[in-house]
């Protein structure tokens, strides 16, 4: 009789504890399904910079964002690359037309005018502006900037202690806010190692006029960069300007000197003459701000990220760690942290 009893007992632990398993996984399955039925719902749109894709550059990054946020959130997207500024605004109501919920104009400099069209018209819609401070933001807008000033400056210091001239250039695209705010920080981190240290500086708007095909005009950089190295005697180029970075890239190659990339890593288009490359994460500020609309997290208002928030910073140096050497590197990842930690305030046009 106990032995029965005992028999009876073990097959209903068994049977409870195979339950327990049973519901459990039953219980996951269902969490994974809501989660990921929830995903499918978001559609994410987004307006490139002017110059499209295959610029190894700032339009590169974003669509490299939306294909991270496909892969983290299950997330659908839709992208147009525009050639000038109807483009954007008629891009943009395709984007509205089709499903987004969260649309991403990624030429910052117009984001403005399009959250003035469209915005307070779809108010379930998300609207983000990156790159670009927007004062006037809806309850369904906001922006999101870099503290490329930050980066910038360590690229400064980079750039005085690798100098054998004393004399650098800055070449970038227009003069508007965010590039010049590439240049405050840069000029500083100069300053910051040698004052006595010249920076010369030209965009390329001086020389093309349509503002859209600034950021793709390699041949007409190429002849700008050219021409600093040749009559102004630089030695190393900063070059803040999309896809027209490649013609300075080559001129610095065919001149011997040194260039410094920007927003992505771009060391390895000229090995060993790009010293490094100012990075801006915009695939992680696209991740981030997805984030924040899938987790009901979306505020109204201007996202800072900079070198604390890994949303920006400089290239590893893979080909040039070597030239460089490891005591300027050392010096460059200890005044990082002292801007992290705030002893270092680096100036910007933004006011941050």
Same mark, same amino acid.
Request: overall charge positive; charged content about 25%; aromatic content about 4%.
């Given at each position: 009789m106990k032995k029965n009893i005992v028999i009876i007992i =073990?097959? =209903?632990?068994v049977l409870t504890?195979? $339950?327990i398993f049973i519901f459990d996984i039953l219980g996951k399955a269902s969490y994974r399904k809501e989660k990921n039925d929830f995903f499918i719902k978001i559609k994410v749109g987004l307006i490139t910079g002017f110059g499209g894709l295959g610029d190894k550059s700032f339009n590169d990054m974003q669509y490299n964002g939306l294909v991270l946020a496909k892969k983290l959130y299950g997330i659908d997207f839709e992208y147009f690359a525009p050639k000038n500024f109807e483009d954007i605004m008629k891009y943009t109501q395709i984007l509205i037309d089709n499903g987004s919920n969260l649309i991403i104009i990624g030429e910052g400099f117009t984001g403005q005018k399009v959250l003035d069209q469209f915005a307070p018209k779809y108010?379930? =819609?998300k609207f983000v502006v990156l790159d670009n401070l927007c004062k006037n933001l809806y309850h369904n807008s906001a922006s999101i900037l870099f503290k490329q000033n930050e980066a910038s400056f360590l690229a400064g210091v980079l750039a005085a202690e690798m100098t054998k001239k004393d004399r650098v250039g800055f070449i970038g695209g227009a003069p508007i806010p965010v590039i010049e705010d590439f240049f405050i920080g840069f000029n500083q981190g100069i300053n910051y190692i040698? $004052?006595?240290c010249k920076v010369e500086k030209d965009f390329i708007s001086n020389y093309v006029k349509d503002f859209e095909k600034v950021w793709d005009a390699p041949? =007409?950089?190429y002849e700008i960069a050219k021409a600093m190295?040749?009559?102004?005697g630089v030695d190393i180029?900063?070059?803040v300007a999309s896809a027209s970075n490649i013609g300075i890239f080559n001129a610095c190659k065919d001149y011997s000197i040194f260039s410094i990339g920007v927003d992505t890593d771009q060391d390895y288009i000229n090995p060993g003459i790009i010293l490094t490359s100012v990075l801006k994460n915009l695939d992680q500020a696209i991740v981030f701000i997805v984030d924040k609309v899938i987790k009901n997290n979306f505020e109204s208002k201007s996202y800072y990220l900079g070198l604390k928030e890994?949303?920006?910073g400089l290239s590893p140096m893979i080909f040039t760690k070597d030239i460089v050497g490891d005591d300027i590197i050392k010096k460059i990842n200890l005044l990082q942290k002292k801007i992290i930690d705030g002893q270092i305030l680096v100036k910007s046009v933004f006011g941050k």
């Open positions: =073990i097959i =209903i632990l504890l195979i $339950s108010p379930q =819609i040698k $004052s006595d041949k =007409i950089s190295i040749r009559e102004k180029i900063f070059a890994n949303g920006v």
